[in-house]
Nanobody
Framework: QVQLVESGGGLVQPGGSLRLSCVAS????????MGWYRQAPGKQRELVAD???????NYVDSVKGRFTISRDNKKNTVYLQMNSLKPEDTAVYYC????????????WGQGTQVTVSS
């Protein structure tokens, strides 16, 4: 059974940093595109960043220069380093895994809350 388990969320002041982690119990982890999505109250879920099997990264404009996505294929883990956090970054952050050759084969984590507030 595939599981994605996120951790690292919490409450942080504006300008602070957090590092999210997602451990995936997936065979052939390295061929999955891994992504972080977020959903704020009353808003649609949006892609924050993703990273392909070839380590190509993509970011939503609002986090460019502040967030960094990375992966460790030996640990079946994807990370999201979030710096210079803003109140508008407040959301539930979800980890996603999408198979490189079968995009409909995708999995979600349970989400971790990130709250940016003074």
């Amino acid at each position: 059974q595939v599981q994605l388990v996120e951790s690292g969320g919490g409450l942080v002041q504006p300008g602070g940093s957090l590092r999210l982690s997602c451990v995936a119990s997936i065979s052939d982890f390295s061929i999955y595109t891994m992504g972080w999505y977020r959903q704020a109250p009353g808003k649609q879920r949006e892609l924050v960043a993703d990273i392909t099997s070839g380590d190509r990264t993509n970011y939503v404009d609002s986090v460019k220069g502040r967030f960094t996505i990375s992966r460790d294929n030996k640990k079946n883990t994807v990370y999201l380093q979030m710096n210079s956090l803003k109140p508008e970054d407040t959301a539930v952050y979800y980890c996603n895994a999408k198979h490189l050759f079968v995009p409909t084969l995708a999995y979600w984590g349970q989400g971790t809350q990130v709250t940016v507030s003074s």
